[in-house]
């Protein structure tokens, strides 16, 4: 983890961001140029799809009217490239919530955490279970009853419970697997046997429906080329606040400092004086705190989630991790920016059950060129 934010580093992250979006608006205009003629057929699908999809409304819907208003080609790839693109960054962030705190355990610990995706599941279903009016229960304690908080209590409450979750795993999990001196790969691997037992909890718990975490309707305003809805407004800015925090943590305070230091050298961190494992600690409560933060805001954006929403995400966090640079958190910012782009605006030249998959060959892309990431320090071999 660098002790400072390099300058070149910082050029990188934006030549290969600017570079992503050139590319994917480019591309994206050329298949928009083709399809045009299919434009009526193309509306005509997607309403379709929104009479079965709730989600795809506030996405497509919305575009395509406006589009067939506009009546030309030119304004339909604009609006559609612009409102993507927009989307592309507000996923970005959203993803980097979870992002960042799974490259804070990667630095400090080495540990590939494949259980970070149920924690983003969990942080939005422990908001439903506090929010929703409906009658909710404990797992194995026969009585229903109904919280009914409201949505920012919940989220709290959510954000609270699933930091504690993190301080219980490091207390009487990692920690004790640390102390034994098992080694990173047998700890990924129990990791990721961690992952199907909370993924096989939270549908046991919640069930495998999709939930609306708030039931209010997002009102929408239309800003220049694009829309935009106050839920979404809202999400935007608490992703910001919560990442400068991070940012500002690491950056400017005594424990940050420390986090630091014992992402780089933990042995000379606790020659230091530096307490190791109060550190990695704190690391794995921020992280799990982080992804619940991200998990609620995603289903706001998504207008639901299901139990196995996190699951899905995880290739997009280790692609973001990995493509802004092992271990580094402003690596792991930069890198889900880059793979929200590239996520939404692939939808508009292919199917959306590929565009995960474009995501993944950008990062092989990058790593070809760059193998230490965007941000990553390079390692002499041999």
Do not use: C
């Not at 992002?99 to 955490?113: P, R, W």
């Not at 196995?308 to 580094?328: C, I, S, Y």
């Amino acid at each position: 983890m660098t002790k400072r934010i390099d300058r070149r580093a910082v050029l990188r992250a934006v030549i290969v961001f600017v570079l992503a979006v050139a590319a994917f608006s480019a591309l994206s205009a050329l298949g928009s140029a083709a399809a045009a003629a299919d434009a009526t057929d193309v509306a005509t699908t997607v309403v379709t799809a929104d009479a079965v999809d709730v989600d795809a409304v506030t996405a497509d819907a919305v575009v395509d009217e406006e589009d067939d208003a506009g009546g030309g080609s030119t304004g339909l790839a604009t609006n559609r490239i612009a409102q993507n693109v927009f989307n592309g960054v507000v996923f970005g962030l959203l993803l980097a919530l979870a992002s960042v705190g799974l490259s804070l355990i990667y630095g400090t610990t080495g540990l590939s955490n494949f259980a970070h995706g149920e924690q983003v599941s969990l942080g939005a279903m422990l908001a439903y279970f506090f929010a929703t009016q409906q009658p909710v229960s404990i797992p194995l304690l026969p009585v229903e009853f109904t919280i009914g908080w409201p949505l920012w209590l919940a989220s709290i409450a959510a954000i609270a419970v699933a930091g504690f979750t993190g301080w219980l795993q490091d207390r009487f999990m990692w920690s004790k697997l640390r102390k034994r001196g098992v080694k990173t790969v047998q700890q990924m691997i129990v990791s990721i046997g961690f992952s199907l037992a909370l993924l096989n909890f939270l549908q046991w718990w919640i069930g495998p429906d999709r939930l609306r975490v708030s039931t209010s309707i997002e009102t929408r305003r239309q800003i220049g080329p694009i829309q935009l809805g106050d839920t979404t407004s809202m999400s935007i800015g608490i992703a910001v606040v919560a990442l400068l925090a991070v940012g500002y943590f690491l950056l400017r305070t005594r424990l940050g400092r420390a986090t630091r230091a014992v992402s780089d050298n933990p042995a000379l961190a606790a020659a230091s004086g530096i307490k190791v494992d109060g550190i990695i600690r704190l690391v794995w409560v921020m992280a799990t705190s982080l992804a619940a933060l991200g998990g609620i805001l995603l289903a706001l954006y998504d207008s639901g989630t299901k139990f196995d929403t996190g699951a899905k995400l995880l290739l997009l966090m280790f692609a973001a991790v990995t493509l802004g640079g092992l271990g580094q958190p402003f690596g792991a910012l930069v890198g889900s920016l880059v793979i929200g782009v590239v996520v939404e605006t692939s939808t508009l030249w292919l199917g959306p059950d590929l565009k995960y998959a474009t995501a993944l060959a950008i990062l092989i892309l990058v790593l070809l060129v760059r193998p230490q990431g965007i941000l990553g320090r390079a390692e002499r071999v041999g």
